[in-house]
Structures are given as structure tokens and as C-alpha cells.
Nanobody, 128 residues
């Protein structure tokens, strides 16, 4: 199993910055990609940023140029540096892991085939 625990959320003024962290534990060697999602009240959960185990990144248009996703493989920590925050960034932010590496160990553990792991979220509130 993979356990994900987010931290770093809080209240911040518009234009400010926050750094979210996601601590991954368990079978982290089976993770092929990690991502940050967010969900605002009354809205669907949306993808914010993705990073693969090889370091390739993608961002949603709404955060491109302001947010940076990074991964510390040594510490099994995922980060989201959020700068120039806007009130529209207010949401619960969730850490996501895709355990689909084709390693024999991972396959034996039953990973892949659409299996996903989620953290419980951390709330970010940006005031104007």
C-alpha cells in the first residue's frame, strides 16, 4: 500500500506564497507518477500538476508560471510551491499517486490496472 499525507495548507493573502508537502510511505518504489489535485466547494476536482518518476512535469493552464511541482525521491516527498496566489486558488489540495511501474514486485503486490492512492487533503484559503 501507499500512504499519502499532505501538509502546508493555511490562510494566505492574495499575492502570497505557500508550499504544500506530501509525504509518501509504503510501496513508494511502485509509483510511476504523482500529482496535485484541488477541489473548491461546489466544483469538480481538477488536476493541478503532475510529475513522473523521471522528473517530467505538466501544469494546468490556471497555475502555469505560478506553481512548481517537485519530487524528492530520496525523502519520498512531493512538493507544490505556490506563488502569486489568487482567491481562485482557494481549495482543498490532494496528493495523488499512480502505482503502475511494471516491476515484478509491484505486479505481485497487485498494483496497476487503474489503482490509485489519495491523501486526505490540506485546505488552502487565499483572501483578497
Amino acid at each position: 500500500q501507499v500512504q499519502l499525507v499532505e501538509s502546508g495548507g493555511g490562510l494566505v493573502q492574495a499575492g502570497g506564497s505557500l508550499r504544500l508537502s506530501c509525504a509518501a510511505s509504503g510501496d513508494t518504489m511502485c509509483i510511476s507518477a504523482m500529482a496535485w489535485y484541488r477541489q473548491a466547494p461546489g466544483k469538480e476536482r481538477e488536476l493541478v500538476a503532475v510529475i513522473t518518476s523521471g522528473g517530467s512535469t505538466k501544469y494546468s493552464d490556471s497555475v502555469k508560471g505560478r506553481f512548481t511541482i517537485s519530487l524528492d525521491n530520496t525523502k519520498n516527498m512531493l512538493f507544490l510551491q505556490m506563488n502569486s496566489l489568487k482567491p481562485t486558488d482557494t481549495a482543498a489540495y490532494y496528493c495523488h499517486a499512480d502505482p503502475s511501474r511494471p516491476d515484478s514486485f509491484c505486479s505481485a503486490m497487485g498494483y496497476g490496472g487503474g489503482m490509485e492512492f489519495w491523501g486526505r487533503g490540506t485546505l488552502v484559503t487565499v483572501s483578497s
